[in-house]
């Protein structure tokens, strides 16, 4: 599919990255979609924690519009989702099932769920829990675009009836993020929100093996860490930074640590932005293991796994040099060959021929 579309995005938000990992994700898929020629409107429903903290209120490759209501986003832009040729609903979306809905009934175009949050939407279905997406609505959309790869997407089109289920992960701008050296801080960094299914690895494969090893230099960053937490004193701590300060932020690690959400890690293939953006950077990652992941990256050589505290340690202490920066390295390459916006999107436009192909075939049978 070559022709240029109007593409309408319903997200989260676009505009903060704050306490969220979908804002850098539409980010790179506008800019993969603007370089691809696609015309784009996001459409943002307002919250005063992203009001209050918007690192890009107008990212580039969009028309980017903040709505108040279910009921202003619909007298307001009725015209262009009715007209688009692609809308996309993303997860969690506020009203997120009226939204469907409305946008299902409408819509003359092609309509995809975009699903950020796979494995935690498929237990909250399991769970009788309806909020941004419903058992109902699923078959609605024409294209239900996942995180996650793997069985789940078989599952979502038996069990919940979507007529074409498919992967479509994050991706980086190696523009944006890109190897920025800096004098070393840190022997080993950690970036990401707070999570209760999280903060377990987290302890286990950073706070522990800062507390065995007080010579070590740690960092944890991100918002909603409990003040409770009893951080070690050679773990420096920082709230937020701006997507802008990533890469530097990365070039000051000499590791950087991934760990992912237990309903990820159950699913697998379910890599997170932070994986991508840090690789981007070229440094080393240590992550926590799932299955599918070795279908992303070579372990041992693009990517090292610690499945404790000794592991890390091990890694952190008796790790060579050479090898540390030819990880980084090789890393840094496999992202840049098949997980930036433009690539993304490519196989985007693919999912969209597809359902034009089997939509066409339906008619002639």
């Known amino acids: 599919m070559n022709q240029p579309l109007d593409v ?3 997200g989260l938000s676009v505009t903060s990255s704050w306490g969220n990992g979908h804002a850098t994700t539409y980010r790179s898929l506008i800019r993969g979609l603007a370089a691809r020629g696609h015309r784009v409107l996001f459409l943002e429903r307002d919250a005063p924690w992203y009001a209050g903290n918007r690192d890009e209120p107008h990212p580039a490759g969009a028309r980017t519009e903040i709505y108040n209501s279910y009921e202003e986003l619909t007298a307001r832009f009725e015209r262009e989702v009715a007209s688009a040729g692609l809308v996309i609903v993303g997860s969690y979306v506020p009203d997120g099932i009226r939204v469907g809905e409305w946008v299902t009934s409408i819509a003359k175009g092609l309509c ?3 699903d950020i949050d796979t494995p935690v939407t498929m237990a909250r279905l399991a769970e009788g829990c ?10 609605r959309y024409s294209l239900y675009l996942s995180f996650t790869g793997g ?4 599952m979502i089109e038996s069990r919940y009836g979507s007529p074409m289920a498919r992967e479509l992960f994050c991706s980086v701008d190696p523009d944006q993020y890109r190897p920025d050296p800096q004098p070393v801080r840190w022997d080993l960094g950690y970036l990401g929100t707070y999570s209760d299914d999280r903060q377990p690895a987290l302890d286990l494969l950073l706070l522990e093996p800062a507390r065995q090893w007080p010579q070590g230099f740690f960092t944890v960053v991100g918002p909603m860490y409990p003040a409770g937490i009893e951080w070690p004193v050679n773990v420096d701590r920082e709230i937020h930074l701006s997507p802008r300060l990533h ?5 000051a690690q000499r590791f950087t640590l991934n760990i992912t959400r237990e309903a990820m890690k159950r699913a697998g293939y379910s890599p997170s932005v932070r994986l991508f953006e840090a690789g981007a950077c070229a440094v080393p990652i240590i992550s926590d293991w799932w299955e599918g992941l070795d279908s992303l990256f070579a372990e041992g050589r693009e990517v090292l796994i610690s499945r404790g505290t000794d592991d ?11 090898k540390r920066l030819a990880v980084g390295e090789a890393g840094r390459r496999r ?10 999107v490519i196989q985007l ?7 034009h192909d089997n939509a066409a075939r339906s008619v002639c049978s």
């Open 8 to 10: 309408v995005i319903l």
């Open 349 to 355: 436009e693919a999912y969209l021929k597809e359902v």
């Open 130 to 139: 309806y909020d941004y997406i419903s058992p109902g609505l699923i078959p």
């Open 151 to 154: 069985p789940v997407l078989r």
């Open 312 to 322: 890390t340690l091990r890694i952190l202490r008796d790790y060579p040099e050479h």
């Open 112 to 114: 995809a769920f975009y």
């Open 335 to 344: 992202i840049v060959s098949e997980h930036t916006p433009e690539r993304r």
């Open 247 to 251: 890469p530097p932020f990365y070039g």
